[in-house]
């Protein structure tokens, strides 16, 4: 198993930005495809980002592209979400997710689910 703890969100106007992390301890971090995913109150989760293993491919929910980045650092066993000119419509929890085994399109498509979620990070943009 692998526990994932995410940090990094708060408070921030609109057009700035923050970075999120998430830590991962248990099994080896470089055997999961690594998520994030969003939830605004009234919605329903949304998945943000992907990326694949050794951090080669990544895959964005199309209100992101161009403005937030995934990644990863295995030898520091941790994900972050580098998100830039953000939006009030941005503010939302959001979670970090691991998932063994099948490919980054495969959990992008919701063909495969996650297995393991952290807690969440909460990001409210001011407008």
């Known amino acids: 198993q692998v526990q994932l703890v995410e940090s990094g969100g708060g408070l921030v106007q609109a057009g700035g930005s923050l970075r999120l992390s998430c830590s991962a301890s248990g099994r080896t971090f470089s055997d999961y495809i690594m998520g994030w995913f969003r939830q605004a109150p009234g919605k329903e989760r949304q998945l943000v980002a992907v990326?694949?293993?050794?951090?080669?491919?990544?895959k964005y929910e199309d209100s992101v592209k161009g403005r937030f980045t995934i990644s990863r650092d295995n030898a520091k066993n941790t994900m972050y979400l580098q998100m830039n000119s953000l939006k009030p419509e941005d503010t939302a929890v959001y979670v970090c997710?691991?998932?063994?085994?099948?490919?980054?399109?495969?959990?992008?498509?919701?063909?495969?689910?996650?297995?393991?979620w952290g807690q969440g990070t909460q990001v409210t943009v001011s407008s």
């Open positions: 990326v694949s293993k050794l951090g080669h491919t990544t």
């Open positions: 997710a691991a998932g063994s085994g099948g490919t980054t399109d495969d959990y992008y498509s919701k063909r495969r689910e996650f297995g393991y």
